[in-house]
């Protein structure tokens, strides 16, 4: 490994527990509060609307950054998707998300850093996940080029 | 009500930072479905998706014997309702590129239309969801 992924890998690194320091601390990791916060009506907890509230003006000032600078530091190239076209699959695969993310109570990164500590529900949901990726990937073989 | 807005808060400035060092660093988007599915997809090839998810659980691992109380969980979910979510979830996070993380915060703080759409639609179906299985489930 050359010394450029190698800093690229420990700052991978750092940002992980970053992130799971911060889903923690939000309250993302407690899936009766996310489910408090989807389920409408009596007793509707507002709180977690606050987690994309202080995340996303935070994040703002890392991509007026980018504005200003040909490359990231680690990287010789930007790798920010540039897409802009409202798909199909992206609508269905953003439904379907949102019907498993009410079932469950769990989203991908609040799954993965409970998994992290231990909680059998958030295992068996990164279990499942990992499967349902796969099968995706199943999927799109037979649809996309079959 | 007031101290978990607080935490959500903060919580969610954590959340911003870390995706920030991870653009202003690496170039990259921090969005978890996506880091996981290219890293199930190529062990080999990208290292630092591994060493992201690593820190992750380690993370999980750090906070869960310092504050255990963050990671209990009563939402009443059977493990046959869980086992379904998360295949539903890896499913559809792949097929619509992106969950919470890349979507919710990365892309709507980039002003993407896609990341809007995407967002909007996951949370209206997630609340219909949740709603309408308290209904007639029970929360």
């Not at chain 1, 989807?38 to 007026?64: C, K, N, T």
């Not at chain 2, 504050?67 to 890896?90: C, K």
């Not at chain 2, 892309?107 to 179906?125: C, D, K, P």
């Amino acid at each position: 490994m050359n010394k450029t992924s190698m800093k690229q890998t420990a700052a991978a690194f750092v940002v992980g527990l970053i992130f799971a320091i911060g889903l923690g601390v939000s309250g993302m990791t407690q899936p009766q509060k996310v489910i408090g916060f989807l389920q409408l009506g009596e007793g509707w907890d507002p709180s977690l609307m606050f987690v994309m509230i202080g995340a996303i003006p935070v994040h703002m000032l890392s991509y007026r950054w980018m504005k200003g600078h040909r490359t990231p530091l680690l990287d010789t190239q930007w790798h920010v998707p540039v897409s802009k076209e409202v798909t199909r699959p992206l609508v269905v695969g953003s439904a379907l998300f949102g019907l498993g993310w009410g079932l469950g109570g769990f989203c991908p990164g609040p799954a993965l850093t409970s998994a992290g500590a231990g909680q059998e529900m958030a295992i068996y949901f990164v279990i499942a996940m990992l499967a349902g990726m796969g099968l995706y990937r199943l999927y799109a073989r037979f649809t996309v080029k079959g | 009500m007031m101290n978990s807005i607080l935490m959500a808060l903060t919580g969610g400035a954590l959340i911003g930072l870390a995706a920030s060092l991870m653009l202003i660093l690496n170039g990259r988007v921090t969005g978890i479905s996506g880091i996981v599915n290219g890293f199930i997809g190529d062990v080999r090839k990208d290292l630092w998706r591994g060493a992201f998810i690593l820190g992750l659980l380690i993370g999980g691992l750090a906070l869960g014997a310092l504050q255990p109380d963050m990671f209990v969980n009563t939402s009443g979910r059977s493990v046959g309702v869980v086992l379904i979510a998360g295949l539903i979830v890896g499913f559809g996070t792949v097929m619509g590129s992106g969950c919470t993380s890349g979507h919710g915060v990365c892309g709507i703080a980039r002003f993407s239309v896609r990341s809007l759409v995407a967002t909007a639609t996951f949370m209206v179906i997630g609340m219909l969801t949740a709603t309408l299985f308290n209904a007639l489930v029970g929360g």
